[in-house]
């Protein structure tokens, strides 16, 4: 057959060279039925990927993916299938054979429909699933009438117009479209849910649900039998994709607590409590989205910690409370937006410790302390602005922040502290600017900053010995 070269809706064939055999029959019948199909007979491994294939794949209304041993370990296929999810293409893989997923290839997929031919009793059956599958609708054409039985070069392959006249129905669990959670799974009382029971990869929460808690079966912890607070989803393996609709105000303690595959969080404006250790431990965790107009007020201690794949934040201007460990050990987390007009005034203990990617923040114009180890082992931050209502730098806020080149708090009209170790071990450090309203520097403040040769000190500004603030070759001079 040739490849569709039109300007209609077609499929993109993703396919291994080695499985033609098995993949090409497929192909004819499901263009005998009327689809457009683009496929490519095959690219040689180790050559590079052709500028072609690029744009039949940006240009396809639906894509398929076929995947088996030889396709996984195929880097042009690999490569389609990336390319396919950034572009978000609808993407159909189906399995040829019982294969192993990579940790990062799972991750990719586990939002997209997926077939499983191996486990169908026939190619009838399979057929049957595929030709039904509603996102490949967009590119069937008018189905062919064949006058003579059109058999692909396969014995276990039906008459493909057969299919379609008797209506084959689809076999239970052969054709998953990663299905989502079904609302008899929920345990809800008075607007409280307890519990979730099912196994989908994709939660929505029912509406009406006002809270989600912490059940205390799952974990026996006697302290919380008598609290409200209930865990709904914990040490879930399945879920991948949670959305929590309009009308929910809290998320309980442990609500989502081990949550080792779960990406994508979407929350609702509605919520204003995410509980301590919310969603700590969700390793996989990449997309956490808050509405702009959020009513989010508090977030609790450790709600987050350990989201190490959690890559940018961005927080709302309702947010006043960010508790200790908050966002501990996100150690993918490059960056971190507060509105300027944010109601947030401190930034809290631990909040940010050893987020070792983070390069960027933002904090609002009302901030008035950095508590302890706020932003402790910060390894790649660079830039941080300085609101001008700080008051207070606590012990250790921003050590061993080793890219930390400049600390301007000159123009800052009410800073009273820096605490001990607050800057130490910035060893990037060669520019710090104090305001006069600075009333006390703490020992080892400055300690290991080697890059930083000058300081100019206000005279009213108490502080040990030199040396026991600043690095003993620093000129320190009062002004």
């Not at 599958?133 to 069937?140: D, E, M, R, S, V």
């Not at 987050?304 to 460990?325: Q, R, V």
């Not at 300027?340 to 609002?364: I, M, Q, R, Y």
Request: glycine letters at 6%.
């Amino acid at each position: 057959m040739v490849p569709y070269e039109g300007r209609e809706p077609y499929i993109f064939i993703s396919y291994a060279h080695k499985d033609s055999d098995v993949v090409m029959p497929i192909i004819e019948a499901m263009a005998d039925y009327g689809f457009r199909i683009w496929y490519d007979e095959g690219i040689e491994a180790g050559t590079e990927w052709p500028e072609y294939i690029a744009e039949h794949l940006e240009n396809a209304g639906a894509v398929i993916a076929f995947l088996s041993d030889a396709s996984l370990g195929s880097i042009n296929c690999r490569q389609e299938i990336n390319e396919a999810i950034n572009m978000q293409k609808d993407l159909l893989a189906i399995h040829l054979h019982e294969v192993k997923l990579t940790p990062g290839m799972r991750m990719r997929l586990s939002l997209i429909q997926a077939m499983f031919m191996y486990r169908h009793k026939d190619m009838d059956s399979f057929y049957g699933a595929l030709f039904r599958a509603q996102i490949l609708a967009p590119c069937l054409g008018e189905k062919k009438v064949v006058e003579q039985p059109v058999t692909p070069k396969t014995e276990a392959v039906p008459v493909v117009e057969s299919i379609v006249e008797q209506q084959v129905q689809e076999p239970e669990n052969t054709f998953e479209e990663y299905p989502i959670s079904d609302p008899e799974d929920f345990k809800i009382h008075d607007g409280v849910l307890d519990e979730y029971t099912g196994s989908s990869v994709i939660v929505l929460v029912p509406e009406g649900v006002r809270e989600i808690g912490y059940n205390e079966q799952n974990f026996c912890l006697v302290l919380m039998v008598n609290s409200k607070a209930k865990n709904a989803f914990g040490r879930n393996k399945d879920i991948t994709e949670v959305i929590v609709p309009e009308g929910v105000e809290y998320i309980g303690h442990m609500a989502f607590y081990g949550c080792e595959n779960l990406v994508r969080v979407v929350l609702p404006k509605t919520l204003k409590k995410i509980d301590k250790n919310a969603f700590q431990n969700c390793y996989e965790l990449k997309q956490l989205e808050i509405p702009e107009d959020s009513n989010l007020q508090f977030i609790g201690e450790s709600a987050f910690e350990n989201c190490s794949s959690l890559d940018k934040l961005s927080l709302p201007k309702s947010l006043n409370y960010i508790g200790k460990n908050a966002f501990r050990a996100c150690r993918s987390l490059q960056s971190v937006r507060f509105p300027l007009d944010g109601a947030l005034e401190k930034v809290g203990e631990d909040t940010f410790f050893n987020c070792s990617a983070l390069e960027k923040v933002t904090l609002p114009k009302c901030v008035i302390v950095v508590e302890k180890r706020a932003f402790y082992g910060c390894k790649s931050l660079w830039d941080i602005n300085m609101p001008q209502s700080l008051r207070e730098i606590k012990e250790a806020a921003f050590k061993n922040c080793e890219r930390l080149e400049l600390v301007d708090c000159a123009w800052l009209g009410v800073l009273k502290v820096i605490e001990k170790e607050a800057f130490s071990g910035c060893t990037a450090l060669k520019t710090l600017r104090l305001s006069d309203t600075v009333e006390m520097i703490e020992e080892e403040a400055f300690v290991g900053c080697i890059s930083l040769d000058r300081v100019d000190i206000p005279r009213k500004t108490k502080m040990p010995m030199f040396k026991q603030v600043f690095p003993k070759h620093t000129t320190v001079k009062r002004v």
